[in-house]
């Protein structure tokens, strides 16, 4: 049992948020999920997480003072100790939310606001791939390209709480833009990155008459996702695998940067990573084994989240109790 009761996570992103109660992390108590919904702005999502907690309280048999602690784990940027919330790419419409102020001033509990990456290397430090480690990394290898540091046991912020962008290294001069830069990290491995290199092959396939399904997947819906291209790799589709070799290639170029610089004993890898495993984790291994200091290299341990699709629930979890 939590010290003082129940922890509560709330866990946002930009498609939906989820509400999760705990006595003793990482098992839940209860769980709620609804659409976050953006396009109606943050007043929406903040009143259907009040009442998404009340409620789930209430469900337990437990008043508003058995809460312990509340735990916001949401995408950056953010200013973590004032806990505002400052539009986030995936929630262009959540502009300077005050979300620390709100919900302390709703529950009379401590609330803890903290960036998604972050929390995700908590979690999977104290729950997942990075237990009994000292030094790990995390990555966020979803729409975007984020990391959580874990060093000598510690979260690792950096003097101004950006410590951890591996996003923004450019590794080409030119390619793919992520974080606004052509050629960054995040352009080519992360599911956007991997969509716009996806665009160019698509283009040069149909040029050769190369058929794939891809290509009937953008007639049909007019875009395509990530998800789509996974889905495509694993049911065979040769430039769909081709497009995926290609993103794990440069997720190994990143991860052979940071092995070098930070010796981890491990890199956990969530999104992408845990729907693709070793189709997208061989090809970044073997990038690895080639560009990164050999005895660095054959210490790290390199594999996708073990918390899965919990990890959202439990880093949000992580934030209540103090990172």
Not at 40 to 55: D, F, L, M, T, V
Not at 221 to 241: E, S
Not at 247 to 266: H, K, W
């Amino acid at each position: 049992m939590a010290k003082n009761g129940i922890w509560a996570g709330v866990d946002i992103g930009g498609t939906k948020t989820a509400i999760v109660l705990s006595s003793t992390p990482p098992n839940l108590l209860s769980r709620v999920e609804f659409p976050t919904l953006p396009a109606k702005g943050p007043q929406y999502a903040i009143e259907r997480i009040q009442n998404s907690i009340h409620e789930s309280l209430a469900g337990l048999g437990s008043g508003g003072k058995s809460l312990a602690a509340i735990g916001v784990s949401c995408g950056g940027p953010l200013d973590r100790v004032a806990g505002v919330i400052q539009a986030p790419p995936n929630l262009p419409t959540w502009i300077d939310v005050p979300l620390k102020k709100i919900l302390e001033k709703e529950f009379r509990v401590p609330c803890r606001v903290e960036n998604d990456a972050n929390a995700g290397a908590v979690a999977e430090h104290r729950y997942g791939g990075g237990k009994g480690t000292r030094n790990m990394i995390f990555l966020t290898m979803g729409t975007g390209l984020g990391s959580g540091i874990i060093i000598d046991g510690q979260l690792y912020r950096g003097a101004s709480e950006m410590g951890g962008e591996i996003g923004h290294l450019r590794l080409t001069r030119t390619g793919p833009a992520g974080y606004n830069k052509a050629g960054s990290a995040e352009g080519w491995a992360s599911g956007g990155g991997m969509v716009q290199v996806a665009s160019t092959i698509l283009a040069a396939a149909k040029k050769r008459g190369e058929a794939s399904i891809l290509t009937k997947v953008v007639k049909k819906n007019a875009v395509l996702t990530a998800k789509d291209i996974a889905d495509a790799a694993q049911q065979g589709d040769r430039i769909a695998q081709k497009i995926v070799r290609m993103t794990g290639a440069r997720l190994g170029q990143v991860l052979a940067i940071l092995i070098d610089i930070l010796n981890p004993e491990c890199i956990v890898i969530g999104g992408l990573a845990m729907r693709l495993k070793e189709d997208l984790l061989r090809p970044a291994r073997k990038v690895v084994l080639r560009e990164a200091l050999p005895q660095a290299a054959a210490v790290c341990r390199i594999g996708p989240a073990e918390l899965g699709e919990r990890i959202g629930d439990i880093a949000a979890l992580c934030v209540a109790q103090g990172l």
